[in-house]
């Protein structure tokens, strides 16, 4: 756990990430925002959250007042 | 020059050179992008459900699979498991420690995790007669802050200690040890592929980790305070963080940076939580202020606010299927919003 490496091993560990991490490829910002803004609008059309949920599917909708009905057999 | 010396000077040549490549890719930014994108609608959502039982401050929940029960967890000492459409409690889980941090359901649903102050994270099996606790993970030496189940036989625990961890919860051991941050590691994600998992911690960096090799692919860097809360982008190439900057932010994982910061300078609370809508368009981020704002990814703006905890929202936390949003507070209520 860092809390009990040195400093010394602390910057080692942090050195040697750096080392790894330089050697990623990086693609330019247009090209992979494009590809998550044409994501995301082809699944918006089926966000509940965005086009709203119909109160009939609404599996959360507020329980409203209960009607009860009973049956009641009179007998003499 | 001493050995350090050497090493310093090594780290910030490569520090420099890093980010002269993000650089060279920033040819842009999200909102600039998606500004032909036509605007998220204004967001309205109702509470449907106020969830009542525990006795004390919330700090975590998460949502089954079914997008039905969710478990909450309290300082109360409990873990709630919720019918979220009746709004009743299934079961309720004592714990050990009251101190508790985190809570995680399995995909399967039958077992849930929890862990905090305790140092240790604990699996119950729900399916049982009565609940049973089938392994208590004991190796890390700070809290957890953060579990998540891959499936009924490993974990992803986070922790105080400053590492990621998984485990093998038929032996109980440590499969993998995930050491790079330096600060305390306060929040995970999975990846939707499950391959990789991203770390967000105390020393504001956000990590993303190979799950199998145990390494770090990336470090991705721009926060000026801790990291609470981070999610994979549902496209599973970005992350969303949230930081007591009081600022979110979207990482482009093939771009390796910063694309879009999601702020506003009349908010001067941090963020302790957040979630993504089905599609990743609205973000959902809870913050100290007690409100819980909700963010279009792809513009920058504020959309809508869920307002109606009279405490911290704590945690937040959207369904597989996208069909509301739960919200947990230190006022010791869940609510549900759609």
Redesign the interface.
């Known amino acids: 756990m860092a809390r009990d490496m040195s400093d010394k091993d602390i910057l080692k560990m942090e050195l040697e990430q750096l080392q790894k991490e330089v050697k990623n490829t990086r693609e330019p910002v247009s090209k992979t925002t494009k590809e998550i803004y044409e994501w995301v609008e082809a699944q918006a059309a089926e966000d509940p959250l965005i086009k709203g949920v119909p109160e009939d599917k609404n599996p959360f909708k507020e329980k409203g007042g209960c009607i009860i009905t009973c049956d009641f057999l009179w007998q003499n | 020059m001493g050995?350090?010396e050497q090493?310093?000077k090594?780290?910030e040549a490569?520090?420099t050179?890093?980010e002269a490549?993000?650089k060279?890719?920033?040819?842009?930014?999200?909102a600039s992008?998606?500004s032909g994108?036509a605007p998220?609608?204004r967001?309205q959502?109702k509470t449907?459900?106020t969830l009542k039982g525990h006795l004390a401050k919330i700090y975590a929940m998460h949502w089954c699979t079914d997008n039905?029960l969710m478990v909450s967890a309290s300082q109360d000492g409990k873990l709630l498991i919720w019918d979220?459409?009746t709004?009743n409690k299934v079961n309720a889980v004592p714990l050990k420690s009251s101190w508790v941090m985190t809570c995680a359901y399995a995909p399967s649903g039958n077992l849930v995790a929890s862990g905090g102050l305790d140092n240790m994270c604990t699996v119950y099996n729900l399916k049982t007669p009565v609940i049973k606790t089938v392994k208590e993970l004991d190796a890390h030496?700070?809290y957890l802050s953060c579990a998540r189940f891959l499936s009924d036989t490993e974990i992803l625990t986070s922790s105080g200690?400053?590492?990621c961890v998984l485990w093998d919860l038929e032996t109980g051991k440590q499969k993998t040890v995930f050491?790079?941050?330096?600060?305390d590691c306060m929040c995970l994600s999975l990846s939707p592929d499950m391959n990789s998992f991203v770390s967000g911690a105390c020393d504001s960096l956000a990590k993303l980790w190979d799950i199998r090799d145990g390494?770090?692919?990336?470090?991705f860097q721009g926060h000026t305070s801790d990291i609470n809360a981070i999610s994979f982008?549902?496209?599973g190439?970005?992350i969303i963080t949230g930081s007591d900057d009081c600022t979110c932010k979207m990482y482009?994982i093939?771009?390796?940076?910063e694309?879009i910061s999601y702020q506003d300078a009349a908010l001067n609370s941090g963020v302790t939580s957040l979630d993504l809508?089905?599609?990743?368009?609205?973000i959902f981020a809870g913050y100290d202020d007690f409100n819980c704002n909700i963010w279009d990814?792809?513009k920058g703006e504020k959309v809508g606010v869920l307002s109606g905890h009279d405490n911290r929202v704590s945690c937040t936390g959207?369904p597989g299927?996208?069909?509301?949003?739960c919200t947990g507070s230190w006022d010791s209520f869940l609510k549900?919003w759609?």
């Open positions: 050995e350090m090493m310093k090594e780290a490569l520090k050179q890093i490549a993000r060279a890719a920033h040819d842009t930014d999200m992008a998606a994108v998220a609608p967001v959502l449907r459900r039905r979220s459409h709004g030496t700070g200690d400053t590492t050491l790079n941050h330096v600060g390494q770090c692919k990336q470090t982008y549902p496209s190439n970005a482009d093939r771009a390796d940076q694309v809508s089905a599609s990743g368009r609205l990814s792809l959207v299927d996208g069909m509301c949003v549900i759609n």
